[in-house]
T-cell receptor, first 115, second 115 residues
């Protein structure tokens, strides 16, 4: 079974600073994808970034980037130049290709950006 | 393209009643998944439907059931409601054609309160 662990239930960062959210996962699979989703307060969950396990290059999307360490089964999210709109719950997710692309989510990290 | 829609957005029920939630996926998406979100528990996977068939199922009692129609719209039913069923129920759809393009897109959720 796949598990996704987010060990930081809550984090805060000063506006314009950089913050890193941690995620580890446990799997024996080789073919999978990893995602970070963002859920702003009382708003819809949206995709932030995705990473393909067979790609060594870390994915980036504007101010969001990941540090993917496949051997360590670690997938952290770095947010640069934090903005107030980044305040949200962030979920790490794992997609297992072999089980019909089933998704597994972590318990989330609540990030607060302080002005 | 319209996003994932869920109805109703809010529901208040009493213990013992039953409830039906509805989800309309993004046009062309063939897979619909349901999740239960509660504080501290993150997203708990309920089930996934693909082409009107249940493809994956989480660890929930049989009181939780679902179905998918030929137009990919999905419904989730919870019978004999319990206080612990109070949660945000999220629906997510995806194309489900190839893993490299597979990403879940979430609806706004239905907030269910059981009194």
């Amino acid at each position: 079974a796949q598990t996704v662990t987010q060990s930081q239930p809550e984090m805060s960062v000063q506006e314009a600073e950089t913050v890193t959210l941690s995620c580890t996962y446990d799997t024996s699979e080789n073919n999978y994808y990893l995602f970070w989703y963002k859920q702003p307060p009382s708003r819809q969950m949206i995709l932030v970034i995705r990473q393909e396990a067979y790609k060594q290059q870390n994915a980036t999307e504007n101010r969001f980037s990941v540090n993917f360490q496949k051997a360590a089964k670690s997938f952290s999210l770095k947010i640069s130049d934090s903005q107030l709109g980044d305040t949200a719950m962030y979920f790490c997710a794992f997609m297992n290709v072999r089980s019909g692309n089933q998704f597994y989510f972590g318990t989330g990290t609540s990030l607060t950006v302080i002005p | 393209k319209a996003g994932v829609t869920q109805t109703p957005r809010y529901l208040i029920k009493t213990r013992g009643q039953q409830v039906t939630l509805s989800c309309s996926p993004i046009s062309g998406h063939r897979s619909v998944s349901w999740y239960q979100q509660t504080p501290g528990q993150g997203l708990q996977f309920l089930f996934e439907y693909f082409s009107e068939t249940q493809r994956n199922k989480g660890n929930f009692p049989g009181r939780f059931s679902g179905r998918q129609f030929s137009n990919s719209r999905s419904e989730m039913n919870v019978s004999t409601l319990e206080l612990g069923d109070s949660a945000l129920y999220l629906c997510a759809s995806r194309l489900a054609r190839t893993p490299s393009t597979d990403t879940q897109y979430f609806g706004p959720g239905t907030r269910l309160t059981v009194l």
